[in-house]
């Protein structure tokens, strides 16, 4: 006898059932288990359940389509067990309208693998005369919880409750409730997974995942329609969901998150089975222990990254080729009119003129970059460029709260009104000044005096704020002033210690904050209103400074949190693009950062957190981690126009917020014509100017692409 202790939660029916003889036992600490009599599988470890199969059945099938959503539900329970080699066959039968439905499931523990991991392929073969019109095939899979710390990377943070409580309407989330669903379409997520992190037992904690290969759905009725992944509660359990289709989030079925403030209808998302038709579905199942509340999803994503190795790169352009491209665009974007001079965020035939320093601006970076990118430009062109823009730069207008981020060619003045003026990013641009001031201190050639005054008196007023004692930041958004702060600490050496203080202030009060993931990072974009990815990109950055500056384990661990965080946006497969744009150029996503729960574009925000990433990577010994960051900077090479020129929003899934130039309102564009195509108009400034920052630092580290 096996006797494995069950969740309180569990129907009295399903405890019965584990006290029965299992075959396949335990021999190692998560096991795939079947019970002869009940015919069901659990994978677990030793006394805990971590996952189950449905008590009707291993096998469901819809028949019917009403109301928008599957119906008609016929189950199977396994009739048959088999072995061969390493694989276990648990076959069988569902009768439909006299007709058999032959169902197989060959499930493995994958051998030789970093983490362990339980592979299943689905066969499902229809042997009827006729054709079945409104089919909807499940996955299905028992979790012992309702907990709501559910991880779908890019999409669901632990149910995402900073969005829930700013815009609830804008971003995909979860209250807790019972029969709250939420599933996707498999190319929205950056991996293809579910995980859920829970504690059945005070002082244990487990995690477990359903990952999938994702693909499209034979004979689906919808064009490009693909399999769909996510989860639904219930009053005892969460169960992770397969769907051959269907999509339905924030308690409404059968709409897409696909537009920037709202969703658009994803109706009638079933399939058909032909006489003599086999579809077949891999997925995979994992639990796992967990150390510590907030960690749980760090297994699922590490086990994502090993299912689809996306660490090649020879296949995308060479960091030259990436690097003369931007080089040539941003001197496009050079402003030298009057007492002007700095990088024009915009382009010249565009209404806006703005010189930005933060955000989409980042005038100021390269003043950085220019400095350790010699074999590109000329020396005298570097020098020009560098001193007259921070000289400009340096003479930005104060307020109480800082200086002023943008000056407006247009009305010929610093604007400290600007719908961009914000902490995010007054910190970017004083981070861009304070490495472009380290990086001049070695060469005479540059006069720093006014750039040293400028970034002390800024850096100042923004330590002093966080040094009171009421400093209770909105969202992780301040944590993007740790790395400027500490960085001023190592060249000015200020009394008592002040920049320093602010900084590990700001560190310590985003751990304590957010590893638990009580509260997910969030709000370090300004057109985003809850979890995103450059709210855990301001903690990593942020992190990892800290553990520069201190050496404390402490830190490290916080960063390599964030960076797992930040890591569940980076797209680990190429997803097969539809006709379109991208199909054109045999556009690969992996690499590409997906942006937010809100906005479900890919852009090539990952150049700018590459470089740390490999840090990070070289401190812990990790090649795997390495590859992917050159990935992610050499990937977002692709799609560069003749000019150097790039467009932000790559889409991937079904969403545009832009789409073709234009800003997408409800009811401009269907939602089949988003998929595969390119927003290349929304070319701002940072999408050049983090290739060059990436760029400078990968040459400062001595690592070459």
Not at 187 to 200: C, D, F, K, Q
Request: proline fraction near 5%.
């Amino acid at each position: 006898m096996l006797l494995l202790t069950l969740s309180k939660k569990l129907t009295a029916y399903v405890a019965l059932l584990y006290l029965v003889s299992f075959i396949n036992t335990a021999l190692a600490d998560f096991e795939l288990s079947y019970n002869n009599d009940t015919k069901q599988l659990t994978l677990h470890s030793q006394d805990e359940i971590l996952l189950y199969s449905p008590p009707e059945g291993f096998w469901s099938v819809a028949t019917k389509w009403e109301n928008q959503w599957s119906s008609g539900w016929l189950h199977a329970p396994i009739a048959k067990l088999e072995k061969s080699g390493d694989w276990t066959i648990y076959s069988g039968l569902l009768d439909i309208r006299g007709d058999k439905l032959k169902l197989r499931d060959a499930c493995r523990k994958e051998p030789s693998t970093r983490t362990p991991r339980f592979k299943c392929v689905r066969r499902i073969e229809w042997h009827g005369k006729t054709t079945l019109d409104q089919v909807t095939l499940a996955i299905r899979w028992l979790v012992p919880t309702t907990s709501n710390s559910v991880f779908i990377p890019a999409v669901m943070y632990h149910g995402n409750p900073s969005g829930r409580s700013t815009f609830p309407e804008r971003v995909p989330h979860l209250h807790g409730d019972e029969g709250e669903i939420a599933i996707f379409e498999e190319h929205r997520p950056a991996a293809p997974l579910v995980s859920l992190e829970w504690s059945p037992k005070a002082g244990k904690l487990y995690g477990a995942a359903l990952h999938s290969l994702p693909s499209l759905v034979p004979s689906g009725n919808l064009n490009d329609q693909w399999w769909s992944i996510g989860m639904e509660r219930s009053s005892e359990h969460t169960e992770f969901k397969l769907l051959s289709g269907p999509v339905a989030y924030n308690r409404t079925k059968s709409i897409a998150k696909a537009l920037k403030y709202s969703h658009l209808p994803y109706p009638d998302a079933f399939m058909r089975l032909n006489p003599g038709d086999i579809v077949e579905k891999t997925y995979y199942l994992e639990a796992y222990t967990v150390k510590k509340k907030g960690q749980g999803f760090q297994q699922a994503f590490r086990t994502a990254v090993d299912i689809f190795k996306p660490f090649y790169y020879n296949d995308f352009p060479s960091m030259r080729e990436i690097v003369e491209n931007k080089l040539a665009f941003m001197e496009s974007r050079w402003e030298k009119k009057g007492r002007v001079r700095g990088f024009n965020t915009y382009d010249k035939n565009e209404e806006k003129s703005v010189i930005g320093l933060g955000w989409v601006g980042q005038a100021a970076a390269p003043a950085y970059a220019l400095q350790h990118l010699e074999d590109y430009l000329p020396e005298n062109k570097i020098v020009g460029y560098v001193q007259q823009s921070m000289d400009f730069i340096s003479k930005s207008k104060f307020s109480k709260d800082g200086y002023a981020v943008d000056f407006d060619l247009n009305k010929n003045k610093w604007d400290l009104d600007s719908p961009y003026q914000s902490y995010v990013a007054q910190a970017q641009g004083l981070f861009n000044m304070m490495r472009a001031i380290k990086s001049a201190e070695s060469n005479k050639q540059y006069k720093t005096k006014n750039w040293k005054k400028f970034t002390q008196k800024a850096l100042t007023i923004h330590a002093n704020r966080i040094l009171k004692s009421d400093w209770r930041p909105e969202s992780t958004n301040e944590a993007f002033f740790i790395a400027p702060l500490l960085l001023a600490d190592s060249l000015y050496k200020n009394k008592n210690n002040l920049f320093r203080s602010a900084a590990l202030k700001a560190a310590d009060h985003y751990i304590a904050r957010h590893l638990s993931m009580d509260e997910p990072y969030w709000g370090g974009t300004l057109d985003a209103t809850g979890e995103d990815k450059e709210g855990a990109w301001a903690a990593f950055q942020g992190f990892y400074s800290a553990y520069e500056a201190t050496g404390k384990q402490k830190y490290l661990d916080a960063a390599s949190h964030a960076a797992d965080v930040v890591l569940s946006y980076v797209v680990l497969w190429d997803i097969p693009m539809p006709a379109g744009r991208l199909n054109n150029h045999g556009f690969k996503t992996r690499g590409w950062t997906a942006v937010s729960p809100q906005n479900h574009h890919l852009d090539v925000y990952g150049v700018l957190i590459a470089p740390w990433l490999y840090k990070l990577a070289d401190a812990k010994n990790d090649n795997d981690l390495k590859n992917l960051a050159i990935v992610m900077y050499r990937s977002c090479g692709q799609m560069i126009d003749p000019y150097g020129s790039h467009g932000e929003q790559m889409l991937q899934t079904n969403y545009a917020q832009r789409y073709r130039g234009k800003r997408v309102r409800k009811g401009d564009i269907l939602l089949e014509q988003m998929r595969g195509d390119y927003a290349e108009m929304w070319n701002v400034t940072w999408i050049s100017a983090h290739f060059l920052v990436g760029a400078a630092m990968f040459e400062e580290m001595g690592v070459k692409l």
